[in-house]
């Protein structure tokens, strides 16, 4: 038995399918094609503006700017003009999940919570691709090393 294959690359190999992707797997194993494309892309859009609803109360910005900065997030023009590649609506939760709990792990120094910014992180190279992953770890590497000077610092 072959491995399945698209345009000659086995889809384990290619990092821009997500096969291995939670998500995308449940949503594989529940709905037709067509449905988990359209239930994954919402549900993306939904929580990269939750999850950057919660960065911007992590960093006490009122409601209001809170709510306003995750609208803008999930309608971004970068969001838009990419989401129809699914590993750009992983990372547009990744992002703001992995500094969301690298801030909050920082303010509260609590250790767990530094170990779950793996999370977003470990989901990201699941779902994404390697050039996006790449960037969103390089932010939040550069994020928590300014955070840890910051503690240093106090």
């Known amino acids: 038995m072959e491995p399945v294959q698209s345009g000659g690359t086995p889809f384990l ?13 449940l949503l594989g194993l529940t709905t037709g094609p067509a ?13 990269s503006g939750v999850v950057t609803f919660a960065l911007m ?12 900065a995750g609208v803008a997030w999930m309608f971004s023009s970068y969001n838009w003009a990419w ?5 750009a609506a ?6 703001p999940g992995g500094l969301w709990l690298l801030r909050r792990a920082a303010r509260r120094r609590s250790l767990p ?14 779902g994404g691709n390697l050039q996006v992953t790449v960037v969103v770890w390089v932010v939040c590497l550069t994020y928590s090393i300014a955070l840890a000077a910051d503690l240093a610092r106090r």
Do not use: I, W
């Not at 109360?57 to 306003?68: H, I, T, W, Y």
């Open 113 to 126: 919570l530094g170990r779950a910014r793996g999370v977003p992180l470990g989901l990201l190279v699941l």
């Open 57 to 68: 109360k992590e960093l006490r910005v009122c409601f209001a700017g809170a709510f306003l």
């Open 90 to 95: 992983v990372m547009a939760v990744a992002l």
């Open 35 to 47: 449905a988990t494309h359209d239930l994954f892309m919402a549900l993306h859009v939904f929580l």
């Open 83 to 87: 989401l129809q590649l699914e590993h």
């Open 13 to 25: 190999a290619n990092g821009q399918s997500g096969a291995l992707y939670p998500p995308r797997v």
